[in-house]
């Protein structure tokens, strides 16, 4: 059976996004049927509608999701229907060499659904991250699935699916922040004010927030953030290094993820200290840097996708902490809004007046 839905879309580079009826088969094997709960608007869906990301339009956007199993393909043991899950983009396969190695946090060879989704006229559709959730029903591959608390709400703990997960893992898992760190996060979005929240989980004791929006630093603030640093009022690098005794962060987080961006992370952190690039660049941003600052500077530069999660351990984890008054997942929901208000809530992201946007379907 095909199931008939509404979805939104992004038919071409730049244009407006659009509500239309997408058709969304029944699971095959290895494949899971979703009801959609809730989707977080996400800064990768604003990169996706900008062809920043390819060009493989059109896209069904969406995709920091929980929702409930409706259907599984016929192999399916992991979830069931009427399982509550939070949707994942890197569901590992197990036999790559990276899961070969008992790393499978880095599966080289993640998957989503075999069979499309698509328009009306049979047009393909790609979802975003594999995922596309700003639709009352996705098709995903059974490994994207998380099973969750259903007590939890869904709107706060969908965001661990994307945004958040990235965050909280770029300091905890790729960042291998520790108690007693001081860490410094440049962009304070969704992405950036979760990787504060995961420095404070992790006990580092001075959290320097930096952003050219002084409401994102004001919220950072509420987060864990000890200190904030406007960057297009000061240097970064010599505030960073003027808060940290003349020496710089044992650990720099870029989530905005421009060349400048990244040069003050290089720069703002200590010797011997790690840098984590978890915003996206877009493909014509280049880098230049003296190479023996490279070398001389030491440490670790770090790449963080999806904050290096693995979403069976880490997933239940921090609903559990949330759920525990441990992580204030709700500070991200900024509002929760219908399936028709996704362009507002890109203005909004621009604007710098909210955190996460959330669709409830
Ligand atoms: P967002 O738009 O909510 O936040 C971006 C923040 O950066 C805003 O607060 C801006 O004011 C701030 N900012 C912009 N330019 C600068 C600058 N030059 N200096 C300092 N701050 C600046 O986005 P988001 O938090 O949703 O996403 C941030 C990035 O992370 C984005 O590139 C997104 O695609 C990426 C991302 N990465 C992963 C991953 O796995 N690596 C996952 C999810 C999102
Ligand atoms: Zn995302």
């Given at each position: 059976m095909v199931h008939k839905v509404q979805g939104v879309v992004a038919?071409?580079?730049g244009a407006p996004v659009t509500l239309e009826t997408i058709l969304v088969p029944d699971p095959g094997p290895g494949e899971a049927l979703v009801d959609i709960i809730t989707s977080g608007v996400c800064h990768t869906d604003l990169h996706y509608k900008l062809g920043q990301i390819s060009d493989d339009f059109p896209f069904l956007l969406g995709h920091e999701a929980t929702g409930v199993v409706s259907a599984v393909g016929?192999?399916?043991?992991e979830v069931a229907p009427g399982d509550r899950v939070i949707l994942n983009w890197r569901a590992v396969c197990g036999e790559c060499r990276a899961c070969r190695r008992g790393?499978?946090?880095?599966?080289?060879?993640t998957h989503n659904a075999t069979q499309k989704m698509t328009l009306e006229d049979g047009t393909e559709l790609t979802p975003?991250?594999?995922?596309?959730?700003?639709?009352e029903k996705t098709l995903v591959a059974a490994g994207q699935c998380t099973k969750v608390d259903?007590?939890?709400d869904a709107a706060a703990v969908g965001l661990l699916g994307c945004g958040v997960m990235a965050g909280i893992g770029a300091a905890l898992?790729?960042?291998g922040v520790q108690r007693g760190d001081s860490v410094a996060v440049i962009g304070c979005g969704g992405v950036g004010s979760a990787a504060i929240a995961g420095a404070a989980l992790a006990g580092a004791t001075t959290i320097i927030a930096v952003d050219i929006n002084d409401t994102k630093l004001d919220r950072a603030l509420t987060m864990g953030a000890t200190d904030t640093v406007n960057s297009s009022e000061n240097d970064p690098v010599e505030a960073i290094r003027a808060l940290t005794g003349g020496f710089g962060a044992d650990v720099v987080i870029d989530?905005?993820?421009?060349p400048e961006t990244y040069q003050q992370a290089f720069y703002a952190r200590d010797l011997a200290g790690t840098v984590v690039l978890v915003g996206v660049p877009s493909p014509e941003m280049t880098l230049e840097l003296p190479l023996l600052d490279v070398f001389g500077r030491g440490g670790s530069l770090k790449s963080s996708w999806y904050g290096d999660c693995l979403p069976s351990r880490d997933f239940p984890m921090l609903v559990s902490l949330y759920q525990q008054g441990r992580?204030?997942?709700?500070?991200?929901?900024s509002e929760r809004i219908g399936i028709g208000q996704i362009e507002e809530a890109f203005d909004k992201m621009r604007e710098g007046t909210v955190l996460r946007s959330v669709v409830e379907l």
């Open positions: 038919r071409f580079k016929p192999d399916v043991t790393r499978p946090q880095y599966c080289f060879n975003a991250l594999g995922i596309g959730a700003f639709a259903p007590e939890a898992n790729t960042g989530a905005v993820g421009r992580l204030d997942l709700d500070a991200f929901v």
